[in-house]
Every structure is written in structure tokens, then in C-alpha cells.
């Protein structure tokens, strides 16, 4: 009996020719010893979320590559002028957004690098990414367990987030510290008329804290601007909640921020975005570059899905179809969890490309 031809056909489908078009795999070759930026490197051709992870290199490095390429005066001077912003733009803008977990954790020294080495233009990031920074200069968070119970937890006063723990205590000194610092405001704002906003806030607190450990602290020496929509969502609007019984007054605009951080992407020559976790953050951004109709660089890393319609979730795609990213433009979305990422892809893009000299 023969074999069918029918299933000899469906099997031995003949295929159309790929190799000019698609790049082969290969991993890494540890027989040739270890060399970290080689196997890094080998993760575009390996396929699945290292290639992602490969791609975003790539994107990264194209933005710096654009951020250090100067502008011509003809350039510059077609430019929209802010005379009240003191950060000169660059040939491309680079936004960072981070959820507040990023702080929490051992990213903070990451951020806090590309701040001190003025890396990056503009920070989006919640309440607790900016809280959690000057919390950190005055008391340690600690290594934990994912299993510790809450209830248990909750009589010895610690906090978790995830296997990390903050003492309670921590958010006591943080109060003392904050509460003069906000009566300080109420005064120049009844005194002296100071519009206090979110960014405003921040560049304050960078300025006080005066600790090279902080993220704001470089922000603040450096003018990159910290926006923060939802500033009163975490520990500082517990702070300002007590202290509007205590001394009450204090009113911070938002409608002055979306103006200031709108104009920014408006005003940009060309602008990437790269966006650490989801929800307003990521939202925030893009949103800001949908005002000059899309971000000519993204990436987006993290571990949600879009199954449910989340803008968390969303692919770059997405934004596209709002004009929050060109069509055009490079693009790319990393499933991965930060704490794995993060360092690495600082590592193959900003570390490789900036050194120390941009250090103020």
C-alpha cells in the first residue's frame, strides 16, 4: 500500500527561501570563554525575549547615538524657545518612566546613575518612586521573604513589598524631614505667590536632601525635570493630609506640569521613551509624545500582557495607533521582570556609550 500523497504533501511542504530576509539563530558560545558583553550581545540572535531584549539595545543606542549628535545652529534655532526651562535640549529627548517598586528595590542605584551622569532629560515615575528615594537616604529598606505574613508582619511594624521590608519607623523620619520643609512652601506660597507643582515639589525635595545617594538630588543638580501626576498617592500624601490640619494652605497645580512636560515633547527635535513597569507612568509619557504626533524611539519592559486590555499590557503597536509612537519609528516591548533587565540593558547601552564625563 502506498503512502497518500495527500499526507506525503502536507509534511513535505516545500518552503519559500527566508535567508536573505531573517537572521539565523545562534546563542552563545561559552567554549570561547566568558566575555559578558559578547554573550549580551548574543541575545538578539537567540531568540524569544533575549531577542527583544537585543532589539531594545539597539533602540537605546540609537537614541543616545541621536542625544550626542549636536545640533546645527539652523537646527537650534527652529526650535520653539522656553526661556523658562533651563535643561538645553538635545538632538533627541530621552523620557524615563518607572514605577515606584524600581526605587524600592536596587534599581534606584540605576536610575540614580543616569541622573548623576545626565543621561536621560525628563523622569516620569509615582509617588512612591520619588518618596522611597529620599526615604532611603535616612534609613535602610531590607531583604525579606515573599512568604512573610502580612499579619505578622503588621504587629512588628514592617512593611513588605514583595521580598523587601521597610521598617515603619522609616516613614516616621521621613515625616520629620518632610514637615518643615512643607511649612517652608506654605510660606513662600503665601509670601512670595510660589506656584508650587509636582515637578516643583521634587526639585525642592532634590534640593534639601542634599545626598549624592538620591536620585532628585542629581535631577536637581542636573535640571532634568521629575514629573509625578499622582505625587499625593503614596507616603507624601499621607505627609501632606496630616500637615493640612496642622498648617493648612499648601495647594500644588497639575495643570502647570501637563503643560510643562507636553511642551518638553513638543518642543523636542526627536524623542525616546523608555518606560520600566506600566499603569500612569507608561501612560503619561507616551501621552506627552502624542502631542508631537509620536515618540521616535520606545521601549517598554515589563511583565504585563494585553489579553485584558490594559494599558500596562499594551505593545508599542498599540501607542502606535494613537500617534503616541511614529509609525516609523523603532520600537520594542521586553516581558521581563526589571530587576533581571534593567542593569543589563543599562549596561550594553548607557554605560558603553556615555562613560563619566557627562558627571556634574
Known amino acids: 500500500m502506498e503512502l497518500p500523497q495527500s499526507a506525503r504533501d502536507a509534511v ?15 546563542g552563545y558560545e561559552f567554549s570561547n570563554g566568558v566575555d559578558y558583553h559578547a554573550l549580551l550581545s548574543s541575545y538578539l540572535t537567540t531568540g524569544f525575549q533575549a531577542t527583544n531584549f537585543g532589539l531594545a539595545v539597539g533602540s537605546i543606542n540609537e537614541m543616545i547615538a541621536k542625544k550626542l549628535t549636536p545640533l546645527s545652529d539652523e537646527e537650534r534655532a527652529e526650535l520653539p524657545v522656553d526661556d523658562t526651562e533651563p535643561r538645553q535640549l538635545t538632538n533627541c529627548t530621552i523620557f524615563l518612566g518607572y514605577t515606584s517598586n524600581i526605587i524600592s528595590c536596587g534599581l534606584r542605584e540605576v536610575v540614580r546613575y543616569l541622573a548623576q551622569n545626565n543621561m536621560i532629560d525628563c523622569i516620569v515615575a509615582t509617588a512612591g518612586g520619588i518618596e522611597e528615594d529620599f526615604i532611603k537616604c535616612m534609613a535602610p529598606t531590607f531583604i525579606g521573604d515573599f512568604e512573610l505574613r502580612g499579619s505578622d508582619l503588621r504587629s512588628k511594624g514592617l512593611n513588605r513589598i514583595g521580598n523587601l521590608l521597610v521598617p515603619n519607623e522609616n516613614y516616621c523620619k521621613f515625616e520629620d524631614w518632610l514637615t518643615p520643609i512643607l511649612d517652608q512652601m506654605v510660606k513662600e506660597q503665601k509670601e512670595d505667590n510660589v506656584l508650587w507643582t509636582p515637578s516643583r515639589v521634587i526639585h525642592r525635595l532634590g534640593k534639601e536632601i542634599n545626598n549624592p545617594e538620591s536620585v532628585y538630588y542629581w535631577a536637581y543638580k542636573n535640571n532634568i525635570p521629575v514629573f509625578s501626576p499622582a505625587l499625593t498617592d503614596g507616603s507624601i500624601g499621607d505627609m501632606i493630609y496630616f500637615h493640612s490640619y496642622k498648617n493648612p494652605g499648601l495647594v500644588i497645580d497639575i495643570v502647570q506640569d501637563i503643560r510643562r512636560l507636553n511642551s518638553l515633547a513638543v518642543r523636542s527635535k526627536s524623542t525616546g521613551m523608555i518606560i520600566v513597569g506600566g499603569g ?36 508599542p503597536d498599540e501607542a502606535v495607533s494613537w500617534g503616541k509612537i511614529r509609525r516609523d519609528a523603532k520600537s520594542v516591548k521586553i516581558y521581563g521582570e526589571a530587576t533581571l533587565i534593567l542593569p543589563l540593558l543599562v549596561a550594553e547601552t548607557f554605560a558603553r556609550n556615555f562613560g563619566q564625563s557627562n558627571t556634574h
Open 12 to 26: 513535505l511542504q516545500k518552503s519559500e527561501n527566508i535567508t536573505d530576509d531573517f537572521t539565523p539563530v545562534k
Open 280 to 315: 500612569l507612568v507608561k501612560h503619561h509619557i507616551c501621552n506627552a509624545n502624542l502631542m508631537r504626533n509620536g515618540a521616535d524611539y520606545s521601549v517598554f519592559l515589563n511583565t504585563a500582557n494585553e489579553f485584558d486590555g490594559s494599558d500596562s499590557g499594551a505593545r
